[in-house]
């Protein structure tokens, strides 16, 4: 075997193996954000924990719209205060300005980003598109609740607030991006 082939079947090898890395970079990074909470990525539950504790955090919630959008998009309540562990069900609101039917679908995170992994959804609108008619009005519910582990953190323990953080993006925008 010649020298040249010694070398071009690893360096074939090696670049494969950065395409195969680079795909599979998105997924791995989604998955190490919804376990770790990086970023103020927040997390799924199927239900609400049995304890609820008597500290109390103040829940604030931030909504905005890609310019893509044509929807107006509100938290119907800029804040609340529950207790940790304690389930809440909130609702924002979207209307779709056209005439025409619009899809969109919505990024999420928390701040402080430390919070991300103690901030547990049950049911949220963020989890699929959402589709709107033309003029159409609608509520959109969260089912959130604060897990009572972040008591165990230290980092945390003077935490006092936690902002919800939406955007809404184009769901015809956001692919033609992702293609």
């Known amino acids: 075997m010649s020298q040249g082939r010694i070398t071009v079947f690893p360096l074939i090898a090696i670049v494969l193996g950065m395409l195969m890395l680079s795909y599979a970079a998105v997924p791995f990074y989604k998955l190490f954000c919804q376990v770790t909470g990086f970023g103020g990525t927040t997390q799924r539950a199927e239900a609400a924990p049995s304890t609820i504790a008597d500290r109390r955090i103040t829940v604030r919630f931030n909504a905005d719209t890609d310019p893509a959008l044509p929807w107006d998009f509100t938290p119907l309540e800029r804040e609340i205060s529950l207790r940790i562990g304690e389930n809440r069900l909130v609702a924002f609101r979207a209307h779709n300005r056209t005439d025409q039917p619009t899809r969109g679908t919505a990024t999420y995170n928390v701040t402080p980003h430390l919070a991300g992994k103690y901030f547990d959804k049950i049911q949220c609108f963020c989890f699929e598109e959402q589709r709107l008619n033309a003029g159409e009005t609608v509520n959109m519910p969260v089912s959130f609740f604060i897990d009572p582990a972040i008591l165990d953190d230290p980092a945390l323990k003077d935490l006092t607030n936690i902002t ?13 991006v992702n293609r």
């Not at 919800?164 to 033609?176: A, D, K, M, V, W």
């Open 164 to 176: 919800l953080s939406y955007t809404f993006f184009s769901y015809e925008s956001r692919n033609h």
